[in-house]
């Protein structure tokens, strides 16, 4: 009989002792055979570590020196951990038993994927897909990340209509699932980004390096979502948007940054002064302090490591080649089924044209 490959599940855990009491025992009932479960701390000043070690003695812990953020943890957390697989799972996501098995069965027959994520629906709404990843990561050309299931707000309520495994530009960090010599030949997370977007910098990284994504729905998990960083902090306006224009600064083949990151810019201040107009003053300061620090990163920050062949972005999975925020404001195409086969009906269209 041949042997499980194995497999840990690394919990980056900052404060989050409440987390830990409801979610843990989910995942200690994921059902695989060859399982490691590890806590990664980011120098937590509640009780998490003593809890742990009270309650769940069966899971490892790793004490990291300081609060790393959750890049920079991971990459100090996943340098010592010895497993094929590793799956970086946030602490406010339940699983289902077996979730497991489906991913590595997938990744044991396709040796050209990288990483994998299953299909993440809301813990509040089970029924309905959850922001951070739905049913697997998309992004326009203009580097808007949205989901199968979820484009900007908007969250799809999961009617089984993104079943199928299939392959995707980036894979959510909520329930990541790569293998080890993979992350670490993309040399991991970019420390830089502190948190936010290093995940879909990551896999646009693996791409450019020749391997794939896929998002397998036969396995499924439920994410709380904004644990640490909820939703309309100013601090994660500000994350976001500063690591998205880099990302596209380091990934964007030169013919297409220099008039691809300009417009993007532009698109960010108009959705700043939208705010402002909107009395949202907090989130119009974020986008001006990530454009600032941008900028900063641009004439200061640290030089790439890890040399590729950068590729148009239009040639890769998971693109829209079109402008999300058009679509979606303008248009009020909400749902990415719509989205999607608007796109393929004009690219046989372009096809057509041409014979």
Not at 81 to 92: E, F, Q
Not at 207 to 224: E, K, S, T
Request: include cysteine.
């Amino acid at each position: 009989m041949t042997a499980l490959p194995s497999v840990a599940i690394v919990i980056l855990n900052w404060n989050g002792k409440p987390y830990l009491e409801k979610f843990l025992p989910s995942v200690l009932a994921s059902g695989y055979g060859n399982l490691r479960i590890i806590v990664a701390d980011n120098a937590s000043s509640d009780d998490s570590i003593s809890f742990l070690e009270e309650a769940y003695p069966i899971v490892e812990i790793i004490r990291l020196k300081e609060n790393y953020g959750f890049a920079k943890g991971y990459n100090e957390a996943l340098e010592q951990v010895d497993a094929t697989y590793l799956v970086l799972l946030n602490s406010d996501v339940e699983v289902t038993s077996g979730w497991l098995d489906p991913l590595v069965s997938f990744m044991e027959d396709h040796p050209v994927i990288a990483a994998v994520q299953p299909k993440i629906l809301s813990y509040q709404n089970k029924q309905q897909f959850e922001y951070a990843g739905a049913a697997g990561g998309w992004i326009d050309q203009f580097g808007y990340a949205f989901s199968r299931g979820r484009i900007f707000e908007h969250c799809e309520t999961d009617h089984g209509q993104y079943n199928h495994p299939q392959q995707i530009f980036w894979a959510s960090g909520a329930a990541f699932f790569i293998r080890k010599e993979s992350f670490m030949a993309a040399g991991g997370f970019d420390a830089y980004f502190f948190a936010h977007m290093e995940e879909i910098d990551l896999c646009w990284r693996l791409q450019l390096m020749g391997l794939q994504l896929w998002c397998i729905p036969d396995a499924v998990v439920y994410h709380v979502g904004g644990g640490t960083l909820p939703k309309g902090n100013s601090r994660k306006t500000f994350l976001n948007f500063r690591n998205n224009q880099i990302m596209m600064a380091k990934n964007l083949p030169l013919r297409e940054k220099w008039w691809k990151i300009p417009f993007r810019l532009m698109l960010d201040q108009a959705a700043a002064l939208r705010a402002l107009l909107g009395g949202d003053a907090g989130y119009f300061f974020a986008v001006a302090r990530a454009h600032i620090a941008f900028f900063y990163w641009v004439f200061a920050g640290p030089s790439e490591k890890i040399q590729y062949r950068r590729r148009p972005i239009q040639k890769l999975p998971g693109v829209f080649n079109g402008n999300i925020a058009f679509e979606y404001f303008l248009h009020k195409k909400k749902t990415f089924s719509v989205l999607v086969t608007n796109q393929a009906i004009g690219e046989m269209e372009q096809l057509q044209h041409k014979k």
